[in-house]
């Protein structure tokens, strides 16, 4: 009984994070499009799954201990999955167990790589954003007053990348 519900909490984490994978994915390309509004609608969603993951490993958790004291286990062992399917005896359940965890573990492993992804997204608009700025509005600490142009100084203070003199 205490392994059922175990294995149903591990089943819903599974669902809520491949939840969590297509929000990534949507996430991605609203990245793209450049979509601040979309962006914050999916933060939001993202924000309530993650309570939502929070509950359920809380349950998960409660449901370990509960396993644990059926097989005779009196302290509160923070064990992880394979180490808890050593102490599962039935093959089917152990089984079910192990496909579970292995099901689960790709799951976090491809949302992992979908969020770095989308963090480099992130990071690449935000520096492009920065350097879009320094061109419009050149470098906050750039000296406002005449230069003569052959004046040594000048050339290294000037806003922008390119030199249209060459």
């Given at each position: 009984m205490a392994l059922t519900r175990l294995l149903e909490l591990l089943e819903r984490l599974d669902e809520t994070h491949l939840q969590m994978l297509d929000l990534a994915a949507i996430k991605k390309q609203t990245i793209m499009d450049n979509k601040v509004?979309?962006?914050?609608?999916?933060?939001?969603?993202?924000?309530?799954?993650?309570?939502?993951?929070?509950?359920?490993?809380?349950?998960?958790a409660e449901a370990a201990f509960t396993f644990?004291?059926?097989v005779g286990i009196r302290s509160n062992l923070n064990l992880n999955l394979t180490e808890l399917s050593r102490l599962v005896f039935d093959p089917e359940d152990k089984s079910r167990l192990q496909q579970v965890q292995q099901k689960l573990s790709n799951t976090l492993h491809r949302l992992k790589k979908a969020n770095e992804l989308n963090q480099k997204l992130i990071e690449q608009s935000l520096t492009f954003i920065d350097y879009s700025l320094d061109l419009l509005v050149g470098r906050p600490n750039q000296d406002f007053t005449y230069h003569h142009p052959s004046d040594k100084g000048y050339s290294s203070t000037r806003p922008g990348l390119f030199d249209a003199r060459g």
């Open positions: 509004d979309g962006l914050i609608d999916i933060m939001n969603r993202e924000s309530k799954l993650m309570k939502l993951i929070g509950q359920l490993e809380e349950q998960r644990l004291q059926g």
